[in-house]
């Protein structure tokens, strides 16, 4: 099994980033559905466990022209449906991905999310004992420097580009995060605002165990690129969707998640899927 940990600066509080991110997971959702593949949910409810309280999701990706093709190759027609149940007790998430139907107890993608407002330099975040630990990889995104592909690329979703309507912001320049951290020290200003530019982190711990022999590394290796790619460009969708949603509170977010829920079952049965199809 491989483990790695992405850690994802912001230059948003912790609080902003709940609601930006469940807004830029309808959004996307929306962009992901259509002419029969996307996303259908089928619970979004409160939920508690112990001492432990959150909103679950459970969601199915009807997505088969998204997955890598030697799949497609040997997967029977509709056995490509892959199941999310997310427990969101923010700033604590979890997120277990599975295809219940074909793969079975053979495969198992799980994400878990902490946010913290600092710039990730929480060594073990997600307290992981120390065999997994030595086995864990670290990676850091840099959602303004770090390579998309050009597949991937949009202009009005480029953060040295997007100016948000709250000051000090960005653009984001490619020294961004040392100028944070800076400013966080009081060495310098972001800019000539007189606002200071909030940061956080997300630490992404991500598990990929996939079963089938032969092609265990293969499989794994593949989810863990695609994992970097969503990551990245999500979080650049995140920053640069700023303006729709910077205003909003939680109660906006539930209500939005009704409308949208009602909108992809109908967006799915009718029209083209909009979103780009796997790099191989």
């Excluded at 619970?43 to 999701?57: H, I, K």
């Excluded at 711990?205 to 999500?234: A, D, I, S, Y």
Aim: charged share 30%.
């Amino acid at each position: 099994m491989i483990i790695k940990e992405f850690r994802i600066i912001l230059p948003m509080t912790v609080e902003e980033y709940q609601v930006g991110q469940l807004w830029s997971v309808a959004e996307a959702s929306k962009n992901e559905t259509g002419g029969g593949e996307g996303v259908d949910v089928l619970e979004n409810r409160p939920y508690t466990e112990g001492d432990t309280s959150g909103q679950f999701t459970h969601k199915v990706f009807h997505l088969a022209s998204r997955v890598p093709s030697f799949l497609r190759h040997i997967a029977p027609k509709g056995s490509l449906e892959f199941h999310e149940k997310a427990w969101n007790a923010y700033p604590y998430c979890k997120t277990v991905i599975t295809n219940p139907d074909y793969m079975k107890k053979d495969f198992e993608l799980s994400i878990e999310s902490w946010h913290k407002p600092d710039f990730g330099d929480e060594e073990n975040v997600h307290g992981l004992p120390p065999n997994l630990l030595a086995k864990r990889e670290v990676i850091r995104i840099d959602i303004a420097n770090d390579e998309v592909n050009s597949s991937d690329y949009k202009e009005d979703q480029d953060p040295k580009l997007f100016k948000p309507s709250a000051d000090g912001r960005g653009p984001l320049t490619s020294d961004w995060i040392q100028r944070l951290k800076s400013q966080e020290n009081g060495q310098q200003r972001m800019d000539s605002s007189s606002c200071k530019m909030p940061h956080m982190c997300a630490y992404k711990l991500v598990r990929c165990n996939f079963k089938w022999f032969g092609l265990q590394n293969m499989v794994e290796k593949f989810v863990h690129r695609q994992e970097r790619r969503v990551f990245t460009n999500f979080h650049r969708q995140v920053y640069c969707w700023m303006n729709n949603w910077l205003t909003l509170t939680m109660e906006d977010i539930r209500r939005i998640e009704d409308e949208t829920q009602k909108d992809l079952k109908e967006m799915r049965s009718k029209g083209s899927i909009k979103g780009t199809k796997v790099n191989e």
